[in-house]
Nanobody, 130 residues
Framework: QVQLVESGGGSVQPGGSLRLSCTAS????????IGWFRQAPGKGREGVSC????????YSAGSVQGRFTISRDNAKNTVYLQMNDLEPEDTAVYYCVPDCYAKRVAGLVVITTTHFDENWGQGTQVTVST
């Protein structure tokens, strides 16, 4: 069964850090483009970061650029999202999705996926508050 499982969420204070993990079962992640997305309470889904399958080139949304880093460890079949300098606005459920791409909208980098309207996994909750 092909499955992606997110983990590593938690509660931190503003300025804190977390590292999220996206582990695959049933397929190897190194052949996939993987994206991290999030959904805050009462808001729509938002693309955060994307790592390409063949080039390992990464893209990040403007709101997290310089603070979040996406990377992959093929030996562990895992993609990570290192989140530093967290802000209350980063509070959301975070999901990893096996497809993503970046585009420019009004000069800003937007991360999206062809699976945008589909059901995703359980996600992992990130809460940033004092």
């Amino acid at each position: 069964q092909v499955q992606l499982v997110e983990s590593g969420g938690g509660s931190v204070q503003p300025g804190g850090s977390l590292r999220l993990s996206c582990t695959a079962s049933g397929f190897t992640l190194d052949s996939k483009t993987i994206g991290w997305f999030r959904q805050a309470p009462g808001k729509g889904r938002e693309g955060v970061s994307c790592v390409m399958s063949t080039t390992n080139k990464t893209y990040s949304a403007g709101s997290v650029q310089g603070r979040f880093t996406i990377s992959r460890d093929n030996a562990k079949n895992t993609v990570y999202l290192q989140m530093n300098d967290l802000e209350p606005e980063d509070t959301a459920v975070y999901y990893c999705v096996p497809d993503c791409y970046a585009k420019r909208v009004a000069g800003l980098v937007v991360i999206t996926t062809t699976h945008f309207d589909e059901n995703w996994g359980q996600g992992t909750q990130v809460t940033v508050s004092t």
